[in-house]
């Protein structure tokens, strides 16, 4: 069984920074595929970025240059440092986890941007 446990959300200020983590406690961690997703209120869930097994990262536009996603797979552990931050990066992040086609997912921590 997949659990994927997200920590690191809070509230900040505009222009301030948070760092996500999210501990996958599978022995497939290091063979999946790896993402950040965020949903705000009466919006649809988007991606924010991912991650494959061999590093090769994909960040939305909306978060080119500010946010960057990395793993360590010796901890089972993927990141999300979160830079320049804005209030409309105010939403509940989820992490989530791709393998053999199915999709995995945490509980969600929720990020806060004040103005």
């Known amino acids: 069984q997949v659990q994927l446990v997200e920590s690191g959300g809070g509230l900040v200020q505009a222009g301030g920074s948070l760092r996500l983590s999210c501990a996958a406690s599978?022995?497939?961690?290091?063979?999946?595929?790896m993402g950040w997703y965020r949903q705000a209120p009466g919006k649809q869930r988007e991606l924010v970025a991912t991650?494959?097994?061999?590093?090769?990262?994909n960040h939305a536009d909306s978060v080119k240059g500010r946010f960057t996603i990395s793993r360590d797979n010796a901890k089972s552990t993927v990141y999300l440092q979160m830079y320049s931050l804005k209030p409309e990066d105010t939403a509940v992040y989820y992490c989530?986890?791709?393998?053999?086609?199915?999709?995995?997912w945490g509980q969600g921590t929720q990020v806060t941007v004040s103005s």
């Open positions: 991650i494959t097994s061999g590093g090769s990262t």
């Open positions: 989530n986890l791709v393998y053999d086609h199915r999709d995995y």
């Open positions: 599978t022995i497939i961690f290091s063979i999946s595929t």
